[in-house]
Every structure is written in structure tokens, then in C-alpha cells.
């Protein structure tokens, strides 16, 4: 069973801090990675995506992929109260690259 | 842009109705996703049509009716629901997949359903 773990949360941290989530995932084959960031009532919008091995940098947002070690982060530098939200991690392989493997999400708060 | 639009917004029907869900990309997608989504849990694949052919269908049941008219339209066709069957609605397009990776998936705004 090919399974996307995250801490549930949540994770509460100061405005302005450095929030850090955190995905790991149980098949090696994996090659496409992504961020979603959902408000509640509202669908997923997608924050990052990932293909290689390294740190992918957008704005305020880094994703850092390491295929050996099978996992996926993402830091939310100077985090927002608007930042709060619940954030899913998602990864394809290459047995199936139209179906994402979602994990359970982990829940942001971010105080001000 | 990276929009796509799903109507209704809302949608209660009891069970013996039939309605329609609506979805429209104009990003030049050619695959396009229904999922269905309940509270605290992560969108659940239904079905996926890759160049307006159905490719994926994860074992939904039958009162669930999908149907792709042209590479910007997806409906989904709702018929005998149950009250468990009450969720968000998701669709979501992306390039077509490559063979070495996956393309983003973007999500609509969603419908949210409601079966009494």
C-alpha cells in the first residue's frame, strides 16, 4: 500500500516565524510532488510542485525534496495569520501519473 | 490563468432526483479529474479523462455518471444519491501526463452537495 504520511497538527507558530511541514512517503518510485494549501470550506490550491532532488523557492515558500531519505517538506518563511490553514502533501509515481497519493494533511496556525 | 469554474456552488437534492454537476477549463488541459472530498479527509479520485476518454474510474458506483462533451467541459451526472454521499465536489485539470512526470492538478472552487 503505497501511503503519504503528515502530522496531523496542529502546528502553531508566531507571526514571522519559520512554520516547517513535513511529508514522507513509502514508495521509492515516487517522481512528482506537490503542496496544496486548503482554507476550510474551500477546495485545494496548489502552492508547490517538486520534481528533483534539492530546494525549489517561491516567494515566501521553499520546498525541499530528498529522494533517498523519501520525504518532502515545505517552510513558510514569515509566516501570516493568513498562512493559517490545512496544508496536503500529494505524490504521483510512475505507475500512475494522473492519480495523486494524498496525505492526510497537516493543520497551520499561525498566531499573530 | 490557472481557473476553473464548477456550478452549482451549492446543490441539495433528495434521492430520488437527477442533477448535473458542471465544470469548465480554457487553460488548454487535456486531462480532467472529479474527486470527492468529505470533511477533514483529503480529496478521494473518482474519475480521470485523459483527451475526453475516461481513463480512471475508481470503482464509483453506478448512480455517479461522468461525461466529458469536449476537452473544456466536464459534467457529472447524479442520479438515486444517498445522504452518504454528501461532500464537496472537486474537479481538477492539468496537462495531459508526460510519461517521466505528472503535471499540477488545479482544483475548482468546488460543489458542495447536499442529499436529504
Known amino acids: 500500500q503505497k501511503e503519504v504520511e503528515q502530522n496531523s497538527g496542529p502546528l502553531s507558530v508566531p507571526e514571522g516565524a519559520i512554520a516547517s511541514l513535513n511529508c514522507t512517503y513509502s514508495?521509492?518510485?515516487?517522481?512528482?510532488f506537490f503542496w496544496y494549501r486548503q482554507y476550510s470550506g474551500k477546495s485545494p490550491e496548489l502552492i508547490m510542485s517538486i520534481y528533483s532532488n534539492g530546494d525549489k523557492e517561491d516567494g515566501r515558500f521553499t520546498a525541499q525534496l530528498n529522494k533517498a531519505s523519501q520525504y518532502v517538506s515545505l517552510l513558510i518563511r514569515d509566516s501570516q495569520p493568513s498562512d493559517s490553514a490545512t496544508y496536503l502533501c500529494a505524490v504521483t509515481n510512475a505507475g500512475n501519473n494522473r492519480k495523486l497519493i494524498w496525505g492526510l494533511g497537516t493543520s497551520l496556525a499561525v498566531n499573530p | 490563468d490557472t481557473e476553473v469554474t464548477q456550478t452549482p456552488k451549492h446543490l441539495v437534492m433528495g434521492m430520488t432526483n437527477k442533477k448535473s454537476l458542471k465544470c469548465e477549463q480554457h487553460?488548454?488541459?487535456?486531462?480532467m479529474y472529479w474527486y470527492k472530498q468529505k470533511a477533514k479527509k483529503p480529496p478521494e479520485l473518482m474519475f480521470v479523462?485523459?483527451?475526453?476518454?475516461?481513463?480512471i474510474n475508481e470503482s464509483v458506483p453506478s448512480r455517479f455518471s461522468p461525461e466529458c462533451p469536449n476537452s473544456s467541459l466536464l459534467n457529472l451526472h447524479l442520479h438515486a444519491l444517498q445522504p452518504e454521499d454528501s461532500a464537496l465536489y472537486l474537479c481538477?485539470?492539468?496537462?495531459?501526463?508526460?510519461?517521466?512526470?505528472?503535471?499540477?492538478?488545479?482544483f475548482g472552487p468546488g460543489t458542495r452537495l447536499t442529499v436529504t
Open positions: 481538477a485539470s492539468s496537462l495531459s501526463p508526460a510519461r517521466d512526470r505528472a503535471h499540477e492538478q488545479y
Open positions: 479523462y485523459s483527451y475526453e476518454k475516461l481513463s
Open positions: 487553460m488548454g488541459h487535456r486531462a
Open positions: 514508495d521509492r518510485v515516487s517522481q512528482s
